[in-house]
């Protein structure tokens, strides 16, 4: 198996690259690359930041495992939700460094992380499921509900506009756009900052924040595509 998800740890922040050469499309490998990088930013107690590759943070679901249709198209829809429900309920702070193109599961991973940093470009950002004829699963729909603006809720989800990194962060995919060189270095300056709250009181208030939502997107997963 090809690496594509790469794990470093300075001091208590863990980065983790996803580079597969190409959109960084949601495959199998991709999910258990994530998933495996995931437990050892967990054993570090580690804040953790989520980024990709130059240009594209992640284009979604691989399209042509999707097209396939069968157990294992539902089995990788499934799996995508539920890294984006561990996310949404990590024991440690997520920052996402979106470095450019981030679409459908992609900017469903942006609303699973707890600061989102983007970079300024004619980058796509947006979940646009219905624009190319899938309705948008109900747990994605949850998890824009929870972090996109009111105003935008409708016009991102069912209208599937597409926004730049400026009109991402009105929207509530992102927090705050910088530029592509300094991307990395603001990542790691909000990781060092969030580094110094006390974990164990981050993810008691994060689960009171988010107690809801993780119990209706963990019942709309299950309802989707089963246990």
Do not use: W
Not at 8 to 31: C, P, Y
Not at 81 to 108: D, K, Y
């Amino acid at each position: 198996m090809s690496e594509i998800v790469s794990y470093r740890v300075e001091e208590n922040i863990a980065t983790l690259t996803i580079d597969d050469g190409k959109a960084n499309a949601v495959s199998f490998q991709f999910i258990e690359q994530v998933n495996a990088a995931l437990d050892r930013a967990e054993k570090d107690k580690a804040v953790t930041i989520l980024t990709g590759r130059p240009g594209k943070f992640s284009a979604g679901f691989d399209l042509s495992a999707l097209s396939r249709g069968g157990d294992s198209a539902t089995r990788l829809v499934r799996i995508g939700a539920q890294l984006c429900e561990r996310l949404l309920g990590f024991p440690t702070p997520v920052i996402a460094a979106c470095n450019g193109h981030s679409l459908a599961l992609g900017a469903l991973l942006l609303l699973a992380a707890d600061y989102r940093i983007g970079t300024e470009g004619n980058y796509k950002i947006g979940t646009n499921e219905v624009a190319i004829g899938m309705p948008l699963p109900y747990f994605g729909v949850e998890l824009a509900r929870l972090r996109l603006s009111p105003l935008h809720f409708s016009r991102a989800v069912a209208n599937a506009e597409i926004y730049n990194p400026q009109g991402a962060v009105e929207a509530g995919f992102l927090d705050v756009v910088v530029s592509e060189e300094e991307l990395m270095e603001t990542a790691v300056q909000s990781a060092q900052g969030l580094a110094r709250l006390d974990m164990a009181a981050h993810y008691a208030t994060k689960m009171r924040v988010r107690e809801k939502a993780l119990s209706t997107i963990n019942e709309a997963i299950e309802k989707e595509y089963g246990a």
